[in-house]
């Protein structure tokens, strides 16, 4: 990773430099001719109101990035929201409960989510942690685990349990379970009858029924359908997401004073600073931005794009050199002619005079490794003319060796490289 961190006296200040960080990954990323999509993202344990990944679409992802096929919409899968119909309008189907558990087992947490004509769909698990935060993902058997737990309540001395009920706003207000019993008598478990109390009357470890509405962190009812592609945008009319796999390549975050206050990481303000000129040696915690590029992805991404059968193809800015120079023998004193002309003009170039290497193995070689711009000083090219054969696989024309003169070279190659 490259990371940055900034430091700011206020938010103000803060956001204006996150937007100028912002703008410099953008030209870095649009420099280096990378086909990306800018989302904005869930800031997750890092913390922080705002954050954006820059993310490579690619099949090889390991993330999922949605986007509008209308409008500027790009968000990470975590962020993403769609516009799906309320229940009214919604087909008439028995709402679908799907069961998972608390850390430890402690409380069960029944999602109520809508069926469709293609059957259920599987919850959100972000949108469902934003609700439930400690709920946990990954419990072959929920159910047997949470009545496990039951069986030791009372050693464990916990008498405050959930039942937590959190519907999908498109379910039916009627299909949705008030009572223990009815959440019991839903979900219709195969083991209920001698692993599960029935909690017909209160006891004292018997959980206590939690109705989830809202999504306070958004204000806005609850979506836990997890987003497919064709679901409609959220941000504007007619428009349908995409939703494809991705690597991420960066991300930045603004983390306001998350870190800076728990660790009285304090600046004085300055005198000449008129809003607080009330006050006199005050100390306020810096606003802090986080920001890094995944090198080695990016690498890879520049690698998927651009290599070819023949082999790497790195464009001009991350190139090893942006021209090689390989001679037949009995050519050097040429090719350190060529090699000097070539720098001269303030181009990036290497001389392969390895010995004990044929001028093919280094041919391969050369393509191998994807300099932009390879130029051959051979017998039949050098001659009576003294010129060069040039190739540039991502140029038409330079596709193949192109027999180039001495004195040319130099404006040759430095408009290819221009090109890339």
């Known amino acids: 990773m490259k990371d940055l961190y900034t430091f700011d006296l206020d938010r103000r200040r803060a956001l204006k430099t996150y937007e100028e960080v ?42 999922n990035v949605v986007s509008c096929d209308s409008c500027d919409y790009v968000s990470n899968e975590e962020k993403a929201t769609s516009r799906s119909v309320p229940w009214r309008e919604h087909p008439k189907e028995k709402a679908q409960p799907w069961v998972c558990v608390t850390e430890g087992g402690k409380d069960l947490v029944i999602a109520l989510l809508p069926t469709n004509e293609g059957g259920p769909r599987s919850p959100n698990w972000h949108a469902l942690k934003r609700l439930v935060p400690d709920v946990v993902q990954d419990v072959a058997d929920p159910v047997r685990t949470w009545a496990s737990y039951e069986a030791r309540v009372d050693e464990l001395a916990q008498s405050s349990r959930q039942l937590y009920i959190v519907p999908d706003f498109r379910v039916d207000p009627a299909q949705i379970p008030q009572t223990r019993q009815e959440v019991f008598t839903m979900i219709s478990f195969p083991s209920r009858g001698n692993s599960l109390p029935a909690y017909k009357s209160p006891t004292p470890h018997a959980p206590s029924v939690t109705h989830l509405t809202e999504d306070d962190s958004t204000g806005q009812p609850i979506n836990l359908l997890s987003i497919v592609a064709g679901d409609r945008c959220s941000e504007c009319d007619g428009g349908k997401l995409k939703v494809d796999r991705a690597v991420e390549l960066g991300h930045t975050f603004h983390l306001g004073i998350r870190y800076s206050e728990p660790l009285d990481c304090t600046i004085g303000l300055p005198a000449d600073d008129l809003r607080y000129k009330q006050v006199t040696n005050q100390q306020v915690p810096l606003e ?20 070819d059968s023949t082999g790497l193809n790195w464009p001009r800015v991350i190139a090893p050199f942006e021209a090689v120079i390989i001679a037949a023998e009995g050519f050097e004193k040429e090719s350190r002619r060529l090699y000097n002309v070539l720098t001269n003009r303030g ?18 070689d050369a393509d191998t490794v994807g300099y932009p711009v390879i130029l051959l000083v051979t017998k039949r090219s050098w001659g009576d003319h003294h010129s060069v054969e040039v190739q540039c696989r991502r140029n038409t024309q330079y596709k193949k060796n192109h027999r180039t003169e001495e004195e040319d070279l130099g404006t040759v190659v430095a408009g290819l490289l221009d090109d890339l």
């Open 288 to 307: 802090m931005g986080c920001h890094g590029i995944g090198v080695s992805r990016l690498i890879g991404a520049v690698a998927q794009i651009l290599a």
């Open 347 to 364: 181009i990036d170039v290497v001389l392969d005079d390895r010995q004990h290497k044929s001028m093919v193995w280094k041919m391969h």
């Open 22 to 63: 912002r703008a410099a990954y953008a030209a870095f990323f649009d420099e280096l001719r990378i086909p990306y999509l800018t989302a904005e993202a869930d800031s997750g344990n890092m913390g922080g109101d705002l954050s954006h990944e820059y993310h490579f679409v690619t099949d090889a992802g390991e993330d």
